[in-house]
Nanobody
């Protein structure tokens, strides 16, 4: 399994970006792909999740109404569409894949449930 993120960059506050996670070799049986983000000195936090375990998506409270997560028809790429970006959204964004039924609506942002990680892509939002 290989997860490769792309689409990060520098954007002004209020702008938009779309991140992509190319998921090669990922089996979606009990499968979940989640976007996390991390800033230096802070824990990695869950941003958005799409899962076959609960047949839907989950979003962190801090991005609801601004970010959406989606896939292409073949589920080979997972997108994170980010609108109305704020300086506090500045972080390295990671794509993570997990293949366990333990990833549920209440546990989707538990880091240890994910076994596959991408290398991350930097998002910087200027004020």
């Amino acid at each position: 399994v290989q997860l490769v993120e792309s689409g990060g960059g520098l954007v002004q506050a209020g702008g938009s970006l779309r991140l992509s996670c190319a998921a090669s070799g990922f089996n979606w049986d009990d499968g979940t792909i989640t976007w996390f983000r991390q800033v230096p000195g802070k824990e990695r936090e869950g941003v958005a999740c799409i899962s076959n375990n609960f047949d839907g998506t989950q979003l962190g409270d801090f991005v609801k109404g601004r970010f959406t997560i989606s896939t292409d028809n073949r589920k080979t790429t997972v997108y994170l569409t980010m609108n109305d970006l704020k300086p506090e959204d500045t972080a390295v964004y990671y794509c993570a894949g997990g293949r366990t039924p333990r990833i549920r609506i209440k546990t989707w942002n538990w880091l240890y449930l994910y076994e596959y990680w991408g290398q991350g892509t930097q998002v910087t939002v200027s004020s």
